[in-house]
């Protein structure tokens, strides 16, 4: 996947919103991210992908992207009957 696909695919994320990537291609297989509350940062003059939960920033290689996981969000619970 391109970075502009990846970044459109990731534009709900708000600081809502959790998100997992797994990553193929990685020295011990497939890798994992999990971020909390993840803001996907606004495209800068680098290009780079880059999702931060307010106290880091992650930077996203696209092409080694297999999924991503996005969560609904804080405040869309999902009501469990008994």
Known sequence: MSPDQLRT????L??????A???????????ALHVQNAMLIPDEPD???KVTDGKSVYIVDAERVVWIRIGLGHSHSVPVRP
Do not use: Y
């Not at 708000?14 to 998100?19: A, H, L, P, Q």
């Open 14 to 19: 708000n600081g809502e919103r959790d998100c």
């Open 47 to 49: 290009h780079l992908v």
């Open 21 to 31: 990537f797994v990553f193929f291609g990685m020295s011990t297989g497939e890798a």
């Open 9 to 12: 695919a990731l534009r709900e």
